[in-house]
């Protein structure tokens, strides 16, 4: 069964031949009023405008069936109707004009077949059957050759300019499939940009949260346990424990307006901490100061002066670092760890040491995507990340990104 596009295509080929049919013989009978015009064969014009209107019924249905009854039926019978003297005007080549040019333009028909054909079909129609075989036989007078030669050019042309607009449909097609699938593919990129940067706004948020609320939840439990003897651990706690709070919070504004910039909104009137950068390289000793704050012992061998280094890689090496001592406080009942950051031309190395062991219970519930986001951020800058014991039974977190 057809589809519905080829049923709706015969539909509208068979209104346009019915309408050509139509004008065809209403302007017949319109010009037959005319005192000048008295045709010898008025059937020849009949006979012409019903394969005219037969071949655009089947231009696209079935041209090459169209194509063939034409070129077989339409010369024999236009031969006997005009008795057999020839092509009695121009106009009545015109429907092996238009089937030549249907068949080769629907793709049906290979374009140097239906010129050769067309052109034998249209010399039937110009010199008759009685005549052309007279000529072919050595009788008869010399036919019209500039007259028949335009016939030819006529009847080759119109093959082959359905083959060019053939080609260029066939263009036209595979640009438009070529744009759909472009407009796809650049559908499924934003939807993976989109996943991209939700991945990313989750790992900056979780980063920055999880180690200032849990360095506080630290320092908070460790005032409770020795508060009792020790009353002074719970005044220190809270003066620790407010401007890491204040701390906390402008980290994660900082993020939120970074995001916010970039979907091109400016800062709300309300937010009162000024935007600052993301952390660098520069912020690596900070962030190991707050760790001690929290009760964490740490050895720290880092270079002097600090190396020059690209703004997403200072930004790794800082939140992996974070994440790893982070993790140090709450997995761990060492109480200290190592951190230690070389340089060389190529590369920066970040090593975070935790002699272990690990608590049976972790000092915050829940389990999180740390060593995940530390492992993104180090492929984010082209680098490598690995976690997991040593020989010596320590854990080690290893960051290496180029420079």
Request: glycine share 8%.
């Given at each position: 069964?057809?589809?519905?596009?080829?049923?709706?295509?015969?539909?509208?080929?068979?209104?346009?031949?019915?309408?050509?049919?139509?004008?065809?013989?209403?302007?017949?009978?319109?010009?037959?009023?005319?005192?000048?015009?008295?045709?010898?064969?008025?059937?020849?014009?009949?006979?012409?405008?019903?394969?005219l209107a037969l071949?655009?019924?089947?231009?696209?249905?079935?041209?090459?069936?169209?194509?063939?009854?034409?070129?077989?039926?339409?010369?024999?019978?236009?031969?006997?109707?005009?008795?057999?003297?020839?092509?009695?005007?121009?106009?009545?080549?015109?429907?092996?004009?238009?089937?030549?040019?249907?068949?080769?333009?629907?793709?049906?028909?290979?374009?140097?077949?239906?010129?050769?054909?067309?052109?034998?079909?249209?010399?039937?129609?110009?010199?008759?059957?009685?005549r052309l075989t007279?000529?072919?036989?050595?009788?008869?007078?010399?036919?019209?050759?500039?007259?028949?030669?335009?016939?030819?050019?006529?009847?080759?042309?119109?093959?082959?300019?359905?083959?060019?607009?053939?080609?260029?449909?066939?263009?036209?097609?595979?640009?438009?499939?070529?744009?759909?699938?472009?407009?796809?593919?650049?559908?499924?990129?934003?939807?993976?940009?989109?996943?991209?940067?939700?991945?990313?706004?989750?790992?900056?948020?979780?980063?920055?949260?999880?180690?200032?609320?849990?360095?506080?939840?630290?320092?908070?439990?460790?005032?409770?346990?020795?508060?009792?003897?020790?009353?002074?651990?719970?005044?220190?706690?809270?003066?620790?424990?407010?401007?890491?709070?204040?701390?906390?919070?402008?980290?994660?504004?900082?993020?939120?307006?970074?995001?916010?910039?970039?979907?091109?909104?400016?800062?709300?009137?309300?937010?009162?901490?000024?935007?600052?950068?993301?952390?660098?390289?520069?912020?690596?000793?900070?962030?190991?100061?707050?760790?001690?704050?929290?009760?964490?012992?740490?050895?720290?061998?880092?270079?002097?002066?600090?190396?020059?280094?690209?703004?997403?890689?200072?930004?790794?090496?800082?939140?992996?670092?974070?994440?790893?001592?982070?993790?140090?406080?709450?997995?761990?009942?060492?109480?200290?760890?190592?951190?230690?950051?070389?340089?060389?031309?190529?590369?920066?190395?970040?090593?975070?040491?935790?002699?272990g062991p690990p608590?049976?219970?972790?000092?915050?519930?829940?389990?999180?995507?740390?060593?995940?986001?530390?492992?993104?951020?180090?492929?984010?800058?082209?680098?490598?990340?690995?976690?997991?014991?040593?020989?010596?039974?320590?854990?080690?977190?290893?960051?290496?990104?180029?420079?």
């Open positions: 069964m057809s589809s519905p596009t080829a049923r709706r295509a015969a539909g509208q080929d068979l209104a346009v031949a019915a309408a050509v049919l139509l004008l065809w013989f209403v302007g017949m009978r319109l010009t037959a009023d005319l005192t000048h015009w008295r045709p010898l064969w008025i059937d020849a014009y009949r006979w012409a405008g019903c394969w071949a655009l019924a089947l231009r696209r249905s079935a041209p090459r069936l169209g194509f063939w009854l034409t070129m077989g039926i339409y010369p024999v019978g236009y031969s006997f109707i005009v008795d057999r003297s020839g092509l009695w005007t121009d106009l009545h080549a015109l429907p092996l004009f238009v089937a030549a040019f249907t068949v080769t333009h629907a793709g049906a028909l290979s374009p140097l077949l239906a010129a050769g054909v067309t052109v034998a079909a249209t010399l039937v129609l110009d010199l008759g059957i009685d007279a000529f072919a036989g050595g009788v008869g007078g010399m036919p019209d050759l500039s007259h028949a030669v335009l016939l030819v050019l006529l009847a080759a042309g119109s093959p082959a300019l359905g083959a060019a607009f053939h080609r260029l449909d066939e263009s036209a097609r595979a640009l438009t499939q070529r744009n759909a699938e472009l407009r796809a593919m650049q559908e499924l990129r934003a939807r993976e940009a989109v996943q991209v940067e939700r991945t990313r706004i989750a790992r900056e948020l979780h980063d920055v949260l999880a180690h200032h609320v849990s360095a506080i939840v630290v320092r908070a439990q460790a005032a409770e346990r020795v508060g009792p003897r020790h009353p002074e651990a719970y005044r220190e706690a809270v003066e620790w424990i407010a401007p890491a709070g204040r701390e906390a919070l402008a980290s994660m504004r900082a993020v939120v307006r970074v995001l916010r910039a970039q979907e091109g909104s400016g800062p709300a009137p309300h937010d009162l901490v000024p935007l600052e950068p993301l952390p660098g390289l520069d912020e690596l000793a900070t962030t190991i100061d707050r760790v001690r704050g929290a009760g964490l012992e740490i050895e720290a061998d880092l270079p002097a002066p600090l190396p020059a280094a690209p703004a997403q890689v200072g930004l790794a090496v800082v939140r992996v670092a974070q994440e790893s001592l982070t993790n140090v406080l709450i997995h761990s009942q060492a109480g200290q760890a190592e951190v230690r950051l070389v340089c060389s031309d190529r590369a920066l190395t970040l090593e975070v040491s935790d002699p608590r049976e219970t972790p000092t915050t519930p829940g389990g999180g995507h740390g060593i995940v986001h530390m492992r993104e951020r180090a492929a984010a800058c082209g680098g490598h990340l690995s976690a997991g014991p040593t020989d010596e039974g320590h854990w080690l977190v290893r960051l290496e990104v180029p420079l």
